[in-house]
């Protein structure tokens, strides 16, 4: 897997420069939680800012058979985790999708995800007029007791893969 994410490293990165200049969503600090030998699913976290009201809609990855946007919240006083049609991102405002909240949701994982590694992650978003437009990254992969906020361990290394920003702004990535 590492040849392979090292090849779609290059493509993405070279694509992310492509569609900077038409940066209409911003990601921060994305990263996928690490799994243990057999586990067969994981979430991608993030912090989504968008100049113009949209809406993530989807996701992809070949790491996992499924990718799913997901939501956690409390029913009958029991907390469920669902999938969700679209999360929206009002115009300015910066949505955190967390654990224990909003996340992207790897299901049916082709094989262990471990720390250190790249995750190539395609996000699909749709504007209000129902045009829709997607975005490739890599997230970098943190242990499995890394705290909501992303920041574990001490590594000092930020969190936006290979410890550069995907745009040259100093976030992560932006769509078209």
Same mark, same amino acid.
């Given at each position: 897997?590492? !040849?392979?994410i090292l090849r779609a490293a290059f493509g993405i990165s070279a694509m992310v420069i492509a569609v900077a200049s038409h940066a209409q969503v911003v990601i921060d600090e994305p990263w996928v939680r690490a799994t243990v030998p057999n586990q067969s699913g994981t979430g991608a976290f993030m912090k989504l800012t968008? %100049? @113009?009201? #949209? @809406? &993530?809609?989807?996701?992809?990855?070949?790491?996992?058979?499924?990718?799913?946007?997901?939501?956690?919240?409390?029913?009958?006083?029991?907390? @469920?985790?669902?999938?969700? $049609? *679209? +999360? %929206?991102? $009002?115009?300015?405002? !910066?949505?955190?999708?967390?654990?224990? *909240?909003?996340?992207?949701?790897? /299901?049916? /994982?082709?094989?262990?995800?471990?720390?250190?590694?790249?995750?190539?992650? !395609? /996000?699909?978003?749709?504007?209000?007029?129902?045009?829709?437009?997607?975005?490739? &990254? +890599?997230?970098?992969? @943190?242990?499995?007791? #890394? $705290?909501?906020?992303?920041?574990?361990?001490?590594?000092?290394?930020?969190?936006? *893969?290979?410890?550069?920003?995907?745009?040259?702004?100093?976030?992560?990535?932006?769509?078209?």
């Amino acid at each position: 897997m590492n !040849t392979f994410i090292l090849r779609a490293a290059f493509g993405i990165s070279a694509m992310v420069i492509a569609v900077a200049s038409h940066a209409q969503v911003v990601i921060d600090e994305p990263w996928v939680r690490a799994t243990v030998p057999n586990q067969s699913g994981t979430g991608a976290f993030m912090k989504l800012t968008s %100049e @113009k009201d #949209t @809406k &993530l809609v989807g996701a992809a990855s070949p790491v996992a058979e499924h990718v799913e946007v997901h939501e956690m919240a409390m029913e009958n006083n029991v907390m @469920k985790m669902r999938q969700i $049609p *679209g +999360l %929206e991102l $009002p115009a300015g405002q !910066t949505v955190e999708l967390k654990p224990g *909240g909003y996340h992207i949701m790897f /299901l049916n /994982l082709h094989q262990q995800v471990k720390e250190g590694q790249q995750v190539p992650l !395609t /996000l699909m978003f749709e504007s209000p007029d129902g045009q829709r437009s997607s975005m490739e &990254l +890599l997230a970098p992969v @943190k242990p499995l007791s #890394t $705290p909501a906020g992303g920041h574990g361990h001490g590594h000092g290394q930020p969190a936006h *893969g290979h410890g550069q920003p995907a745009h040259g702004h100093g976030h992560g990535a932006a769509m078209q």
